[in-house]
Every structure is written in C-alpha cells, then in structure tokens.
C-alpha cells in the first residue's frame, strides 16, 4: 500500500471515499480495520472548539473520522477538479468538489507523529526521543507551508485568470485549516485580510489590491514558515547515540496514547510502509 492514494468526492451528488492504486485485498482489510481503530481513538482526543475538529468529531463512522483527520486537520491534502451537477432541464442542482489524498498510509503515519506531539502521555520521557520528535514534526509543517506557499504563488500568478476566484478561495481554505490546528497565532492574521480581499474583488477582481491581498496572504504563510524552522537541535553525542534523527521520520507512531496504538504503529511498520 505505499503508493495508494485515497480519492475524495463530496458536494451536491454526495460523499464518497476511494482507494484507488491496486493493492492486495488483505492489506486493504487490515488497513481498513486499523483506520476504524485509530478512528475510534480520534473521539477519545480531540476536544470540540475549532471548526475544523468539530466537523471531524461529528462524523459517526470510524473510518471516515480518521480520513477527515488526516485531511482537516493534518491537511494532508490535493484538491482536484470541481463540477457542476445539472437537472434534466439544464438547470444548476449544485457542484461536486474532489480531492486526494497521495499515499494515505504514510500521511496516516505522519498524522501520528502529529498527535503523538500535541497529546503526549503523561510518563516523564527522554529529552532526546522529544526533540527529535519536534524536529521531524516541524519539518514536515515546513514541508507543508513550502506546498502552500507555492499554490499560494501559482494563485497569485494566475489573477485575472477564468476560474481564479475558486482557486483562490480553495487555497485560502487549506491554509486557514492548516493554520488553525497548527499555528492559531497566525490563523488570525490571516483571516484579517478576507475582508480586504472581499472588498477588493468587488472593485476590480483583477485589480492591484486584490493582487495586494493574496502577497499579503502569502506573507503569512512565510512568517509562520519561518517560526517552525527555529526548532532546538539535538546535541550530537545524543544524535550519534541514539540514531533517531536518521529514521524518526520513517518511523512515526502513535506511541503516546496507549499499549494498543503502539501495536498499530507496528502494523503501519510492517504491512504498508514497506509494502511495494
């Protein structure tokens, strides 16, 4: 299952969850029970308050409950084509929206090393498994700003452009969604341009302010990039000793939550990750 990706379809016609990439039916079965499991454990963790966790938090099935987590909340993300579905006399019965999830076991994997930094346990622990772990957590929420700041651009670039204000409005959504789980401070400063944007689209969709607006945007995802490249190194004796900056990444898991989780890491280890 390395290479599988999970398609999405939600809107007018309905939601619908895809595996899609050709795999092994059993390692389809186990993937699905693991997700209802780590599903499960999902309603034990999060507390209600943001939207975003709300609208996870309020899905009944396990499953599902997990892949909206690695989408809402990792934002673990793809957005895909967007259609309109007609009546039979060719009147508008709304749109249907997709998207994609690339190699959803590995983003399951990251997404555990995502909550096992937000919800630690509560056993006194290593200082170097911990630094190592923020390092690889602050990495990839780097890695991920990298993608939005670079959709961002292409956004930006493309202004004036047919179908420019969706893009711009899909792009807007992900950051915010990244920004409220991952860096709330910054989420605000975000937000605060909407109204500007709105204001300038109202205008002139194609003007300089609007263009002013989406820089401005982008400045934000760049200042919270730059806050998540300031992690603490680890010393090098530790570094040499315990090894784990060479593979934490390769090896995330959902260690801090309880004797059954780690299991599910091992499963993760052993049946997907290195599955071909």
């Not at 939601?15 to 899609?20: F, G, M, N, P």
């Not at 929206?97 to 056993?123: M, Q, V, W």
């Not at 956004?155 to 915010?176: P, Q, R």
Request: with cysteine.
């Amino acid at each position: 299952m390395q290479y599988i990706r999970l398609d999405i379809q939600w809107g007018a016609a309905g939601e619908y969850w895809h595996l899609a990439g050709g795999f092994n039916k059993n390692a389809e079965k186990q993937f699905l029970a693991l997700a209802s499991i780590a599903g499960d454990k999902l309603s034990g963790i999060l507390s209600p308050g943001i939207d975003v966790v709300n609208e996870v938090l309020s899905e009944s099935n396990p499953v599902y409950r997990w892949y909206k987590g690695v989408w809402k909340i990792s934002g673990n993300f793809e957005f895909g084509f967007v259609g309109e579905q007609k009546t039979d006399k060719d009147e508008s019965a709304g749109f249907i929206y997709t998207g994609t999830i690339n190699s959803i076991a590995e983003a399951s994997a990251t997404f555990c090393i995502e909550l096992r930094a937000k919800y630690p346990d509560k056993e006194p622990k290593k200082t170097t498994p911990a630094i190592a772990e923020q390092i690889a957590v602050n990495k990839y929420k780097v890695n991920r700003l990298d993608d939005l700041i670079l959709k961002g651009e292409y956004v930006l670039k493309s202004i004036g452009e047919i179908g420019n204000i969706d893009k711009h409005d899909l792009w807007f959504t992900e950051a915010k969604n990244f920004l409220l789980v991952n860096a709330p401070e910054f989420s605000n400063k975000l937000l605060s341009v909407a109204p500007k944007y709105s204001a300038a689209l109202i205008d002139n969709p194609h003007g300089r302010a609007a263009y002013n607006c989406i820089q401005e945007q982008l400045e934000v995802l760049k200042a919270t990039r730059a806050l998540f490249l300031n992690t603490p190194e680890v010393d090098h004796t530790e570094r040499e000793t315990s090894g784990l900056l060479s593979t934490i990444e390769m090896k995330p898991g959902f260690f801090g939550f309880s004797i059954d989780i780690k299991k599910l890491w091992k499963w993760f280890e052993r049946h997907v990750l290195k599955r071909t």
